[in-house]
């Protein structure tokens, strides 16, 4: 009875996260390849699902990629580009942490040129991927408006505008702020850490300095860890290739793995908010989808300001 309640509930309240973003959030559309590439959302569907059997660490990757993409000079596959002779690209940033899955996308992007040339951005690619990803590791299921363009510009320097794992809440809020996003979608977003791994170097300044919300047992597990050596990795949470509110509960727990995350439960003003998340996972997923598809909107190129690229590693 309250489970059928709680179903219907989440069905109205998807009606209407798309029917707000039915018509275009930017000149973005859901039904965008309708006419001219019917079979985008297909072709990239199975792509994803064949290279997460294959290796279902992928997921995580996919999703990542998504939100460093967006985070800098906004969502136009500019994370994709390679690095030439006279650029240093966004991928060879130490901020680019084992960014990995470009083959999937490459994979997607050939496909989609032979079904229907020039017409699907990489951009659109990248956020499909993410969003099939999501699924795929047992997430929710939502749509996402498309008609993102690719950039032109991919620069290391801006990889500067990525949060860093040593961000203490007030800097979280501020660097998600300055995107538009409140503090509930910030901890949403997080909640992305339900999926993969960090490498040691990314949290092990916890263990040298001490860090008094780390539980002193996880602290231990994390020591093993980075004992042998800075890219032995971590997952977040006991289920990395599974999308659930696990992070959740391990926060509460003080078994956050990234400063960032543990500082989510360990500042009032977001406590509250992963409490929620960690008793109500249809919470969880309705806010994250929704937060998602606004990720999925930041500085989007329209017209003549983006390019559909031909092959996701090169300006046309
Ligand atoms: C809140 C600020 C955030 C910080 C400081 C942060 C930082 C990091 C760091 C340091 C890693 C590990 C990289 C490594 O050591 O190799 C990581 C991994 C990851 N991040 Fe975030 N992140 C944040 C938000 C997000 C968001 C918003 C998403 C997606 C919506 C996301 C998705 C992921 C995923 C899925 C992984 C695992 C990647 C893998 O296993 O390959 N993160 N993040
Ligand atoms: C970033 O990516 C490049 C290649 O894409 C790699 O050579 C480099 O080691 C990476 N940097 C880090 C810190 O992972
Ligand atoms: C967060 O970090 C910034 C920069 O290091 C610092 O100025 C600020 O006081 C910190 N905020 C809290 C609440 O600790």
Redesign the pocket.
């Known amino acids: 009875m309250a489970m059928a309640y709680l179903v219907s509930l989440f069905m109205v309240m998807e009606m209407i996260a798309i029917s707000r973003f039915g018509f275009g959030v930017d000149g973005l559309r859901m039904d965008y390849y309708m006419m001219s590439c019917p079979l985008a959302e297909f072709i990239v569907k199975n792509t994803v699902n064949r290279a997460l059997q294959d290796d279902p ?1 992928l997921a ?2 996919l ?2 990629m ?2 460093h993409d967006c985070f800098i000079e906004g969502c136009d596959g500019s994370v994709l580009i390679d690095s030439t002779k006279d650029n240093k690209a966004e991928k060879d940033s130490p901020g680019n ?2 960014l ?1 899955g470009y083959e999937v996308i490459d994979d997607a992007k050939e496909q989609l040129e032979e079904q229907c040339p020039d017409i699907v951005s990489c951009a659109d690619i990248v956020a499909m991927a993410a969003r099939d990803a999501v699924f795929w590791a047992g997430g929710p299921v939502y749509d996402i408006p498309k008609g993102r363009r690719d950039g032109r510009r991919s620069k290391i320097e801006d990889t500067i505008n990525l ?3 040593s ?1 203490n809440t007030s800097q ?1 809020i501020q ?2 702020g300055r995107r538009g996003f409140s503090a509930q979608e ?1 901890v949403a ?2 909640g ?2 339900t ?5 040691c ?2 949290f092990k300044s916890r263990l040298s300095n001490a860090d008094p919300t780390l539980d002193s047992d996880f602290a231990k597990i994390l020591s093993q860890t980075c004992s042998a050596g800075d890219n032995a ?1 971590q997952r ?1 949470d006991f289920t ?1 290739n599974t999308f659930d509110n696990y992070y959740f509960n391990t926060l509460i727990r003080r078994n956050g793995l ?1 400063f ?1 995350d543990q500082q989510l439960y360990a500042t009032p003003r977001t406590r509250a908010i992963v409490n929620g998340y960690a008793m109500n996972q249809a919470m969880f997923f309705f806010d994250f989808q929704q937060a ?1 598809v606004k ?1 999925g909107t930041l500085d989007v190129k329209e017209g003549p300001n983006g390019e559909v690229r031909e092959n996701c590693r090169k300006i046309n």
Do not use: D, E
Not at 195 to 199: K, N, S
């Open positions: 660490t995580a990757a999703v990542r998504h939100f942490l084992s990995r949060p860093f794992p961000f979280l660097a998600f910030m977003l997080s992305a850490h999926l993969g791994v960090a490498r170097s990314s990795v977040f990395p990234l960032s998602m990720m």
